[in-house]
């Protein structure tokens, strides 16, 4: 079975330019997370959505951030414009229902320059 | 949310059993205890849950005391494969509904020596 899918893997980019990840579920999965990580602050949720709908957007740094999730088959999460700060990796986890287990994708490695 | 305490760094041999202890003494009665381990530039990967009776799969063993305090991962056979950021986490509720959260922390490096 496929995983959790994301893309890009790598993206190195500008400041100021827009930033676009994305994250395909496993498929039945209707929850799904983004995390970002940096060796600072480790992993942290960005944003937590069940059955497409934002459940807990607490986690997102500001107003640069957004994530929409337009169908069970897809999210994204956009910074613009992005800035050095950014440069993290960005994870996507999704789970079947709104308290099982989560599965992670591998990532995607942003750099910011 | 139930916050957990674990090492910083462990070692342990090659064939050996790898204990990972976790403190999470705030823990309440409903609260899961959930396990992941973050292997060098991958995402996290699902170990083992558990509530409040012992677990074991193919991956590991997951202990629970009687109190829920605190927990321990056991990898029977550690192998140089094991070598990650393991992580305790207690999951927690979103909001007022049925919706629950991993919030990850720093974990406990595992280094598995040849």
């Known amino acids: 079975d496929a995983g959790v899918i994301q893309s890009p893997r790598h993206e190195v980019t500008e400041m100021g330019q827009e930033v676009t990840l994305r994250c395909k579920p496993i498929?039945?999965?209707?929850?799904l997370f983004w995390y970002r990580q940096t060796m600072m602050r480790g992993l942290e949720l960005l944003i937590y959505?069940?059955?497409?709908?934002?459940?807990?957007d607490s986690g997102m740094p500001e107003d640069r951030f957004s994530a929409k999730m337009p169908n069970a088959s897809f999210s994204t999460l956009k910074i613009q414009p992005s800035e050095p700060r950014d440069s993290a990796v960005y994870f996507c986890a999704t789970g079947r229902g709104s308290g099982n287990t989560i599965y992670f994708g591998e990532g995607s490695w942003l750099t910011v320059v | 949310d139930a916050k957990t305490t674990q090492p910083t760094s462990m070692d342990c041999a090659e064939g050996r059993a790898a204990n990972l202890p976790c403190n999470h003494s705030?823990?309440?009665?409903?609260?899961?205890v959930y396990w992941y381990r973050q292997i060098h530039s991958q995402g996290p990967q699902y170990i083992i849950h558990?509530?409040?009776n012992n677990e074991t799969n193919e991956m590991a063993s997951l202990i629970i005391t009687e109190d829920r305090k605190s927990s321990t991962l056991i990898l029977p056979h550690a192998t140089l494969r094991d070598t990650a950021v393991y992580y305790c986490i207690v999951r927690a509720p979103v909001g007022g509904g049925s919706n629950y959260k991993l919030t990850f922390g720093k974990g406990t490096l595992l280094t598995v020596n040849p």
């Open positions: 498929s039945g999965h209707n929850s």
């Open positions: 558990g509530l409040k």
């Open positions: 959505f069940n059955n497409n709908v934002p459940i807990d």
């Open positions: 705030t823990i309440s009665g409903n609260e899961y």
